[in-house]
């Protein structure tokens, strides 16, 4: 959550007394997991977004498997939950009679929304070098030292991040970190699109949203109301997915093109 405001603040907006508490945000570490290279001007929520998905996206994706299992085994030893046949599937499984519905999907992606919102519990011991916080940004000397030592902080870091959006290499500042990064060698360089990460989790979260929309509907409605609900749910849904695969092919065509 701490992180999440710094990567949000915009250091060029800061007053004296704010960029000393925001350098106070900051501590003295052997080594960094990763060292954060982007644009200061880029929006501070989607860079978060971005670091959310990449960093919890595997312990989100193990939570929602959990809980969709948990309550697929509920619904077909006990069937505590309601439920409909209009779009499920059933079949016998050792004996047991069985039907998928949607409840595991509610269940399932709320769980990773959850994961996403909670998950920076586990990254408490992860160190990162984010420049605007890591070097002092008040003191002329402190500042001039810290970016002396940029070769020394990458050293340090086991990954270079790159936040990348279409102004990254049009700042001199992320080229040279990037230069910087390629010549000290040894240092796994990951390109995380902002955009794409943004469209993602915009996804997840729609499907989310539509799904607890499906099952009140099963609950309270008719079984043509429940069709209604389904059809008006999922269609926009991969209505989106299609927009997110134009977007994922244009950002992957403007990538290539700068880094070539």
């Known amino acids: 959550a701490e992180f999440g405001r710094v990567l949000r603040t915009r250091p060029d907006a800061l007053t004296v ?19 954060v290279s982007h644009v200061c001007s880029s929006p501070g929520a989607k860079k978060y977004i971005t670091l959310v998905v990449d960093l919890l996206g595997l312990a989100a994706f193990v939570a929602t498997a959990i809980v969709s299992s948990a309550f697929f085994a ?32 509610s269940c399932g992606v709320t769980a990773m929304c959850v994961g996403y919102a909670l998950g920076h519990v586990l990254c408490r011991r992860t160190c990162c070098f984010l420049d605007f ?7 002329p000397e402190l500042k001039t030292a810290g970016i002396a030592n940029i070769p020394a902080f990458l050293r340090s870091s086991r990954e270079f991040v790159v936040l990348w959006d279409e ?5 001199l500042w992320c080229v040279y970190e990037l230069a910087v990064a390629h010549s000290v060698g040894g240092i796994p360089i990951r390109i995380l699109p902002t955009d794409a990460y943004a469209l993602l989790a915009w996804l997840q979260l729609h499907w989310c949203a539509n799904s607890w929309f499906c099952c009140l509907m099963w609950m309270v409605g008719s079984g043509w109301g429940a069709r ?7 269609v926009p849904v991969f209505s989106l997915q299609a927009n997110v695969g ?15």
């Not at 505590?80 to 595991?104: C, M, N």
Request: glycine share 4%.
């Open 17 to 35: 007394a704010e960029q000393t508490k925001l350098f106070s945000a900051s501590r003295s570490v052997d080594e960094f997991n990763f060292f």
């Open 228 to 234: 209604v609900a389904f059809v008006s749910s999922v």
């Open 133 to 139: 916080a890591s070097i002092c940004q008040y003191d």
């Open 74 to 105: 509920l619904q077909a030893c006990w069937q505590q939950l309601p439920r409909t046949r209009a779009f499920g599937t059933s079949g016998d499984f050792p004996g047991l009679a069985w039907t998928v519905s949607f409840w595991e999907v």
């Open 167 to 171: 102004a990254y290499l049009t700042r």
């Open 246 to 260: 134009r977007a994922f092919a244009s950002l992957y065509a403007k990538l290539q093109d700068q880094f070539d």
